[in-house]
């Protein structure tokens, strides 16, 4: 029964854990440091 009650509480703590981690890192990712791909002559290598 205590192992039960563990394996429960370990779950529950891993997926708080995800969601807090998606919860920081998509707002990051989509407002502050979103890839871009920049094609144009001004990415040219001029060395």
Not at 13 to 39: D, N, T
């Amino acid at each position: 029964m205590e192992e039960e009650k563990s394996n429960k509480q370990s779950f529950w703590e891993l997926a708080r854990f995800a969601l807090m981690a998606i919860a920081i890192v998509v707002p990051i990712r989509i407002f502050i440091a979103q890839p871009f791909i920049v094609s144009g002559s001004s990415m040219v290598p001029t060395f």
